[in-house]
T-cell receptor
Framework: DQQVKQNSPSLSVQEGRISILNCDYT??????FLWYKKYPAEGPTFLISISSIKDKNEDGRFTVFLNKSAKHLSLHIVPSQPGDSAVYFCAASAPTGNQFYFGTGTSLTVIP | KAGVTQTPRYLIKTRGQQVTLSCSPI?????VSWYQQTPGQGLQFLFE???????NKGNFPGRFSGRQFSNSRSEMNVSTLELGDSALYLC????????????FGPGTRLTVL
């Protein structure tokens, strides 16, 4: 049972435009969320996180939005750059455990 | 500071064999988690070790096991390999586990023939 879902396997965006990656979760106990970026042949690298006490967190070009009532989070990348082309995973954890649940990933392609 | 290292990077085995994968965490990190990545399944959590103790375990059969040594290095073992075990196995280390940011290694690509 996939508790964290990324329903878009791929996304293409023009350079300079906004990229929006979406993630839905089913477990209302999740209170901490992360986004990872993964290049081919490399492990995922941490991008940005958000806890459930906030609804927005910004770090440079990256902003994560959390809508707890909808159990939905999104990652906005503005402006998108070709180097952002990678697979993006969202992950969630509950306060009761050390386990992170990952989505299946969205492959972002930024077209120059 | 050196990152998380995993050995070997690539491995080819046949069905029924067993395999051991190794992970060296970032110096000072005491938590090591293992994940399996397959197309369409994303990253599936296997288990997490902290100070040589397994703290959490995912929903994988008993053929998947692990351990952690006193220097925080961790090994993962898969016995009686099946074709479906072909995957990228990633380990991630963090300082204390919990909601600490995890730092991933490059992974071991296992192919079972």
């Amino acid at each position: 049972d996939q508790q964290v879902k990324q329903n878009s396997p791929s996304l293409s965006v023009q350079e300079g435009r906004i990229s929006i990656l979406n993630c839905d979760y089913t477990n209302s106990m999740f209170d901490y969320f992360l986004w990872y970026k993964k290049y081919p042949a490399e492990g995922p690298t941490f991008l940005i996180s958000i806890s459930s006490i906030k609804d927005k967190n910004e770090d440079g070009r990256f902003t994560v939005f959390l809508n707890k009532s909808a159990k939905h989070l999104s990652l906005h990348i503005v402006p998108s750059q070709p180097g952002d082309s990678a697979v993006y995973f969202c992950a969630a954890s509950a306060p009761t455990g050390n386990q992170f649940y990952f989505g299946t990933g969205t492959s972002l392609t930024v077209i120059p | 500071k050196a990152g998380v290292t995993q050995t070997p990077r690539y491995l080819i085995k046949t069905r029924g064999q067993q395999v051991t994968l190794s992970c060296s965490p970032i110096s000072g990190h005491r938590s090591v988690s293992w994940y399996q990545q397959t197309p369409g399944q994303g990253l599936q959590f296997l288990f997490e070790y902290f100070s040589e103790t397994q703290r959490n375990k995912g929903n994988f059969p008993g053929r998947f096991s692990g351990r952690q040594f006193s220097n925080s290095r961790s090994e993962m073992n898969v016995s009686t390999l099946e074709l479906g075990d072909s995957a990228l196995y990633l380990c991630a280390s963090s300082l204390l586990g919990d909601t600490d940011t995890q730092y991933f290694g490059p992974g071991t690509r296992l192919t079972v023939l």
